[in-house]
């Protein structure tokens, strides 16, 4: 193991040379392109000795994955915001196909208008096409999720794709000390992919074949019994890392000073950061505030987050993103988790960061002087007027 | 007794779905004879997903992926990867897309398979129009064709535009081979096949497929009707190898194009004088190929110096 200083982008590269990768097709698009100039760099070295499609479009780096899959390769893409999007259509083939890609994807704003920061509208509007998503909030969560992804997305009980998020500069262009893992451990810990081969030379078979509404059901039903096991075996796998690396994710929902808590604001990626100084320093002036970090969006660890938020008075949920019509969307999915529990806390969906706008302390301070008021459902847009008092709207 | 040059190896099995008298059908039993057992098929939405059969079926004795309509030259990119990192040798890799899928939609794929060098054979099965949803015009559809959304009335004639000329596209991407087969001449379809397996780096077959439901003829006439494309001069055969174009069927006189537009109900409103035009265009596409192979040649390979400024 040796401590390099990487952006979270390369921290990305670095992961996928260290999975031995076989297949990766990328199509560039900011801040996505540092992941792939660094695995172009790898390839040119002779360091990794991958096969790199270098393709027209995204939608064809995610087919060249989706076919090579098919034929049993271990395969990488990383993308962002448009990127995502033109990819949509395959991300749904990727997940029917059970492909185990892993995706690196740089969270950032969606157009129009044009804009490069961070938000989470483009991984949140893919929430139906059957992708895990995991979330990172610096750059050695960055390297580690990526290595986890692949053991998760291959592992027998899921056989599903994994993307990787992370926020465009923050972490994508954002230099931090990185454990690199040795390549033998990572082998020990990443055997390769074994087993998976749908089609083989040689052999008629057939995948993605026209079927009847009767089998049609099964397939989709297989899918989600599938996502189901993401939860246990993600659990599993970080039990396996935390032994082999010494260091945890720490599961799918991570709270932080939430003991007899008043008010938990729930954060996903690098907001946690802020959140989480903002929690010491309110703690310190006697304030009972804590934070619960959540790392999977898809599936929803719904029993882990109402286990988190049980007794908790009032919930605030911060979301880089906004879903037209509702509230954030992590937001929504939080209170849906939630509807199940006997005592259910206030919940206030706070939209902020949007369009890579800093998630500062004070603002932060702000969202929990809100919560702390007391009990309020609504919409707090708490990127807007900040010098005066958040007004809540709906 | 003339050898018989065609396999007896039947890969497109019994129970396959296709209409009677598809050329489709026709023209990939003839492909899969040239190109052998060892063979990998990436197919697109396209007349073909319902061909091979309903799932848990396979009505071809190869693997198949299916993919999405526009995806076929990143496919075929994908499995070659897949299958130059696994060390899976002598697979033969192959995209089978129609002609919307390949002329429309998956122009861009395509061109992205072809500039890379992919070492994989795309194949467009042309049987000019959306046939799989219903005869809907592509841009491979003929000038004056009639399809469900080129109708024909007091003011519309059917498609307004020419067919799209797909394999100059190709060619502009100078693939390592490129030839145009016709499943009613079915020992040059399998020599070019087998001629495209040998062959690495990214080939192209535009493979003309009649259509009786699409062109509204009888199914019994599928391979006269080929036969006519052909020696109208409507269809040529010939392929492209290193630059070099060969006209693989020659005639030194044509059959008029009426004899081949009269059979189809798809262009039964066309006047006289709209046949005589063409007529005209197939025989300016004629002359036009006799001139390029006429080109083709060991000068063209070899830019003499003498061309840079000193």
Same mark, same amino acid.
């Given at each position: 193991?040796t401590?390099?200083?990487?952006?979270?982008?390369h921290?990305?590269?670095?992961?996928?040379?260290?999975a031995?990768?076989?297949?990766?097709?990328a199509?560039p698009?900011?801040?996505?392109?540092?992941?792939?100039?660094?695995?172009?760099?790898?390839?040119?070295?002779?360091?990794?000795?991958?096969?790199?499609?270098?393709?027209?479009?995204?939608?064809?780096?995610?087919?060249?994955?989706v076919?090579?899959?098919?034929?049993?390769?271990?395969?990488?893409?990383?993308?962002?915001?448009?990127?995502?999007?033109?990819m949509?259509?395959?991300?749904?083939?990727?997940?029917g196909?059970?492909?185990?890609?892993?995706?690196?994807?740089?969270?950032?704003?969606?157009?129009?208008?044009?804009a490069?920061?961070?938000?989470?509208?483009?991984?949140?509007?893919?929430?139906?096409?059957? #992708?895990?998503?995991?979330?990172?909030?610096?750059?050695?969560?960055?390297?580690?999720?990526?290595?986890?992804?692949?053991?998760?997305?291959?592992?027998?009980?899921?056989? %599903?794709?994994?993307?990787?998020?992370?926020?465009?500069?923050?972490?994508?262009?954002?230099?931090?000390?990185?454990? @690199?893992?040795?390549?033998?451990?990572?082998?020990?810990?990443?055997?390769?992919?074994?087993?998976?081969?749908?089609?083989?030379?040689?052999?008629?078979?057939r995948?993605?074949?026209?079927?009847?509404?009767?089998?049609?059901? %099964?397939?989709?039903?297989?899918?989600?019994?599938a996502?189901?096991?993401?939860?246990?075996?993600?659990?599993?796998?970080?039990?396996?890392?935390?032994?082999?690396?010494?260091?945890?994710?720490?599961?799918?929902?991570?709270?932080?000073?939430?003991?007899?808590?008043?008010?938990?604001?729930?954060?996903?990626?690098?907001?946690?950061?802020?959140?989480?100084?903002?929690?010491?320093a309110?703690?310190?002036?006697?304030?009972?505030?804590?934070?619960?970090? %959540?790392?999977?969006?898809?599936?929803?660890?719904?029993?882990?987050?109402?286990?988190?938020?049980?007794?908790?008075?009032?919930?605030? @949920?911060?979301?880089?993103?906004?879903?037209?019509?509702?509230?954030?969307?992590?937001a929504t999915?939080?209170?849906?988790?939630?509807?199940?529990?006997?005592?259910?806390?206030?919940?206030?969906?706070?939209?902020?960061?949007?369009?890579?706008?800093?998630?500062t302390?004070?603002?932060?301070?702000? @969202?929990?002087?809100?919560?702390?008021?007391?009990?309020?459902?609504?919409?707090? #847009?708490?990127?807007?007027?900040?010098?005066?008092?958040?007004?809540t709207?709906? | 007794?003339?050898?018989?040059?065609?396999?007896?190896?039947?890969?497109?099995?019994?129970?396959?779905?296709?209409?009677? *008298?598809?050329?489709?059908?026709?023209?990939?039993?003839?492909?899969?004879?040239?190109?052998?057992?060892?063979?990998?098929?990436?197919?697109?939405?396209?007349?073909?997903?319902?061909?091979?059969?309903?799932?848990?079926?396979?009505?071809?004795?190869?693997?198949?992926?299916?993919?999405?309509?526009?995806?076929?030259?990143?496919?075929?990119? *994908?499995?070659?990867?897949?299958?130059?990192?696994?060390?899976?040798?002598g697979?033969?890799? /192959?995209?089978?897309?129609?002609?919307?899928?390949?002329?429309?939609?998956?122009? =861009?794929?395509?061109s *992205?398979?072809?500039?890379?060098?992919?070492?994989?054979?795309?194949?467009?099965?042309?049987?000019?129009?959306?046939?799989?949803? *219903?005869?809907?015009?592509?841009?491979?559809?003929?000038?004056?064709?009639?399809?469900?959304?080129?109708?024909?009335?007091?003011?519309?004639?059917?498609?307004?535009?020419?067919?799209?000329?797909?394999?100059?596209?190709?060619?502009?991407?100078?693939?390592?081979?490129?030839?145009?087969?016709?499943?009613?001449?079915?020992?040059?379809?399998?020599?070019?096949?087998?001629?495209?397996?040998?062959?690495?780096?990214?080939?192209?077959?535009?493979?003309?497929?009649?259509?009786?439901?699409?062109?509204?003829?009888? !199914?019994?006439?599928?391979?006269?009707?080929?036969?006519?494309?052909?020696?109208?001069?409507?269809?040529?055969?010939?392929?492209?190898?290193?630059?070099?174009?060969?006209?693989?069927?020659?005639?030194?006189?044509?059959?008029?194009?009426?004899?081949?537009?009269?059979?189809?109900g798809?262009? !039964?409103?066309?006047t006289?004088?709209?046949?005589?035009? /063409? =007529?005209a265009?197939v025989?300016?596409?004629?002359?036009?190929?006799l001139?390029?192979?006429?080109?083709?040649?060991?000068?063209?390979?070899?830019?003499?110096?003498?061309?840079?400024?000193?």
């Open positions: 193991m401590v390099e200083v990487l952006s979270g982008n921290a990305q590269s670095e992961a996928v040379r260290l031995r990768v076989q297949v990766v097709s199509y698009i900011t801040p996505q392109t540092t992941v792939v100039e660094g695995i172009a760099e790898f390839v040119a070295s002779g360091r990794f000795p991958t096969q790199f499609v270098k393709v027209e479009s995204e939608h064809s780096a995610l087919q060249v994955c076919s090579a899959s098919a034929l049993g390769a271990r395969t990488y893409t990383a993308t962002s915001s448009q990127g995502l999007l033109l949509h259509e395959l991300l749904h083939w990727a997940a196909m059970r492909a185990p890609i892993v995706m690196g994807v740089v969270n950032r704003a969606v157009a129009p208008p044009w490069l920061g961070a938000d989470h509208t483009d991984t949140f509007s893919q929430r139906d096409t059957g #992708w895990i998503q995991l979330y990172a909030e610096n750059n050695q969560e960055v390297l580690d999720m990526v290595l986890e992804a692949y053991r998760l997305a291959e592992d027998p009980a899921v056989r %599903l794709p994994v993307m990787v998020a992370e926020d465009a500069f923050y972490l994508s262009h954002t230099v931090e000390p990185v454990d @690199v893992p040795a390549q033998e451990a990572v082998d020990a810990f990443l055997p390769p992919r074994q087993g998976h081969a749908i089609l083989r030379p040689g052999e008629p078979s995948l993605g074949s026209f079927t009847s509404p009767e089998d049609y059901v %099964l397939f989709r039903h297989e899918l989600a019994a996502a189901d096991r993401v939860v246990p075996t993600l659990g599993e796998v970080e039990g396996d890392f935390a032994r082999r690396f010494g260091r945890s994710l720490g599961g799918t929902v991570v709270p932080y000073r939430c003991e007899g808590a008043d008010a938990v604001l729930v954060t996903l990626g690098t907001a946690s950061t802020p959140a989480r100084a903002t929690v010491d309110l703690r310190s002036e006697g304030k009972k505030v804590g934070l619960l970090k %959540l790392r999977l969006l898809r599936p929803f660890p719904e029993s882990e987050l109402r286990a988190a938020l049980r007794g908790v008075g009032a919930v605030g @949920v911060f979301d880089r993103a906004y879903t037209f019509g509702a509230a954030g969307a992590v999915e939080t209170r849906a988790a939630l509807y199940g529990e006997r005592e259910r806390p206030a919940l206030t969906s706070f939209v902020g960061g949007v369009g890579g706008r800093e998630v302390p004070s603002l932060v301070r702000r @969202v929990f002087d809100h919560l702390l008021r007391g009990p309020e459902e609504g919409i707090v #847009w708490s990127d807007l007027e900040p010098h005066r008092e958040l007004e709207h709906g | 007794m003339a050898r018989l040059t065609i396999p007896k190896e039947e890969l497109l099995r019994p129970g396959h779905a296709a209409c009677p *008298g598809c050329g489709p059908a026709l023209a990939v039993r003839l492909l899969l004879k040239g190109l052998g057992a060892r063979t990998i098929v990436s197919i697109p939405a396209s007349c073909w997903t319902v061909i091979a059969g309903t799932y848990p079926s396979s009505a071809l004795g190869v693997p198949v992926l299916d993919t999405p309509i526009e995806s076929t030259g990143a496919s075929i990119s *994908g499995l070659r990867a897949a299958a130059d990192a696994l060390g899976l040798e697979l033969t890799v /192959v995209g089978l897309a129609g002609d919307g899928g390949t002329a429309d939609i998956g122009l =861009q794929a395509l *992205g398979m072809l500039e890379r060098r992919t070492d994989a054979i795309y194949v467009m099965y042309d049987n000019e129009a959306y046939m799989n949803t *219903g005869i809907q015009r592509s841009g491979a559809t003929p000038l004056g064709a009639w399809t469900t959304t080129t109708p024909v009335s007091a003011s519309a004639r059917g498609k307004a535009e020419p067919k799209k000329d797909v394999m100059s596209i190709v060619l502009a991407h100078r693939p390592a081979y490129a030839a145009t087969a016709n499943p009613s001449f079915p020992e040059d379809l399998v020599a070019k096949a087998e001629k495209a397996r040998a062959v690495h780096g990214a080939r192209f077959l535009h493979l003309f497929t009649p259509c009786p439901p699409g062109w509204k003829f009888d !199914s019994a006439d599928s391979v006269a009707m080929g036969r006519l494309a052909t020696e109208t001069g409507l269809f040529p055969l010939y392929e492209v190898e290193d630059g070099r174009l060969k006209i693989t069927r020659r005639y030194s006189r044509l059959k008029p194009v009426g004899e081949y537009l009269s059979r189809q798809r262009y !039964s409103h066309l006289p004088q709209e046949v005589d035009a /063409v =007529q265009e025989l300016r596409g004629w002359v036009g190929l001139r390029r192979e006429a080109e083709a040649g060991p000068a063209h390979d070899a830019p003499s110096a003498s061309l840079l400024t000193r």
